[in-house]
T-cell receptor, first 113, second 113 residues
Framework: DVKVTQSSRYLVKRTGEKVFLECVQD?????MFWYRQDPGLGLRLIYF???????EKGDIPEGYSVSREKKERFSLILESASTNQTSMYLC????????????FGPGTRLTVT | GEDVEQSLFLSVREGDSSVINCTYT??????LYWYKQEPGAGLQLLTY?????DMKQDQRLTVLLNKKDKHLSLRIADTQTGDSAIYFC?????????????FGKGTHLIIQP
């Protein structure tokens, strides 16, 4: 079974703090993704990575950065957290090439106060 | 640009069939997906269909694709209380998943006894 884990289920941070969200997958997947999920807006892609040290902007990258130093780990970084970044953050991974299924982690609910 | 639309709520009686509809705008969509999200959980891939197919059946699930009208539907036969969840329609242009998925806002399926 593919497993995608996220470092925290719930996180509370203050405005201006630097926040790290970690995601790890154990199936040697090449592609990894970060989405945020907001009520009434569905899921929106923040960043994705198709290889170690490679990253591409998604639909809403502003205020975020990412890091992929190892194939199994993809980090989302909020350099200076703001209240409008309060959201559910979902990580996903998929195999490159023929496989088109994305496997999602359980999500991290981040509250910025 | 890409846009995926689906209604926000659907209410059905236990034992009836549920039909969740989705429309998309990008005619170059190659793969179309249905994901299920139960309360407090991440997204689970239910099923997918290639754009050159009209129908796909998997146990209680039937996916119908009308490529001309850019309309996708998910039918759940004999709806049960365990089917209560949010259902997301999603599309991608490249099936490798390297560019992420474009999601609809999700349909809340409510089961009435």
């Amino acid at each position: 079974d593919v497993k995608v884990t996220q470092s925290s289920r719930y996180l509370v941070k203050r405005t201006g703090e630097k926040v790290f969200l970690e995601c790890v997958q154990d199936m040697d997947h090449e592609n990894m993704f970060w989405y945020r999920q907001d009520p009434g807006l569905g899921l929106r892609l923040i960043y994705f990575s198709y290889d170690v040290k490679m990253k591409e902007k998604g639909d809403i990258p502003e205020g975020y950065s990412v890091s992929r130093e190892k194939k199994e780990r993809f980090s989302l970084i909020l350099e200076s957290a703001s209240t409008n970044q309060t959201s559910m953050y979902l990580c996903a991974s998929s195999k490159a090439g023929a496989t088109y299924e994305q496997y999602f982690g359980p999500g991290t609910r981040l509250t910025v106060t | 640009g890409e846009d995926v639309e689906q209604s926000l709520f659907l209410s059905v009686r236990e034992g009836d069939s549920s039909v969740i509809n989705c429309t998309y705008t990008d005619s170059s969509s190659t793969y179309l997906y249905w994901y299920k999200q139960e309360p407090g959980a991440g997204l689970q891939l239910l099923t997918y269909i290639f754009s050159n197919m009209d129908m796909k059946q998997d146990q209680r699930l039937t996916v119908l694709l009308n490529k001309k009208d850019k309309h996708l539907s998910l039918r759940i036969a004999d709806t049960q209380t365990g089917d209560s969840a949010i259902y997301f329609c999603a599309e991608s242009i490249r099936g490798g998943g390297a560019d992420g998925l474009t999601f609809g806002k999700g349909t809340h399926l409510i089961i009435q006894p």
